[in-house]
C-alpha cells in the first residue's frame, strides 16, 4: 500500500490550492485519514482529520480556510485550501489508517509529502 499525494505548488498570499492524497495497492478498508504539514523550522502538526462516516475536525487555525475531503470510491482525500498566507508554506502530508486485508491490523500510512510555498 502506498500514499501518493499530489498538487502542492507556488501561489500568492489570498490564492488556493487543492491537494490530492491517494492509496494504491492491494488494501482491505481505510478508516481515518488525515493531513499535516511541517513548516521550515517547524515540528510537523495537524491539519485536518475526516472518519470513513465523512465527519472532520480541523485545527482551529484551518477552520474555514481549508476543507478536508473524502472520495471512499477512489481512496482518496483532498485538502481545499483557501486564503493562504506565508504562514501556510510547509510540506503537506497526509496519512490513513489501512487495513490491508480482512481481520489484519490496521496500520498508519505516510505520504511523501508535497510542497506548499505561499508568497507575500
Known amino acids: 500500500v502506498q500514499l501518493q499525494a499530489s498538487g502542492g505548488g507556488l501561489v500568492q498570499a489570498g490564492g488556493s490550492l487543492r491537494l490530492s492524497c491517494v492509496a494504491s495497492?492491494?488494501?482491505?478498508?481505510?478508516?481515518?485519514m488525515r493531513w499535516f504539514r511541517q513548516g521550515p523550522g517547524k515540528q510537523r502538526e495537524l491539519v485536518a482529520t475526516i472518519l470513513e462516516s465523512g465527519t472532520t475536525a480541523y485545527v482551529n487555525s484551518m477552520k474555514g480556510r481549508f476543507t478536508i475531503s473524502r472520495d471512499s470510491a477512489k481512496n482518496t482525500v483532498y485538502l481545499q485550501m483557501d486564503s493562504l498566507t506565508p504562514d501556510d508554506t510547509a510540506v503537506y502530508y497526509c496519512?490513513?489508517?489501512?487495513?490491508?486485508?480482512?481481520?489484519?491490523?490496521?496500520?498508519?500510512?505516510w505520504g511523501q509529502g508535497t510542497q506548499v510555498t505561499v508568497s507575500s
Open positions: 495497492g492491494s488494501l482491505f478498508s481505510i478508516d481515518v
Open positions: 496519512n490513513a489508517d489501512i487495513t490491508e486485508e480482512k481481520g489484519g491490523v490496521e496500520k498508519a500510512y
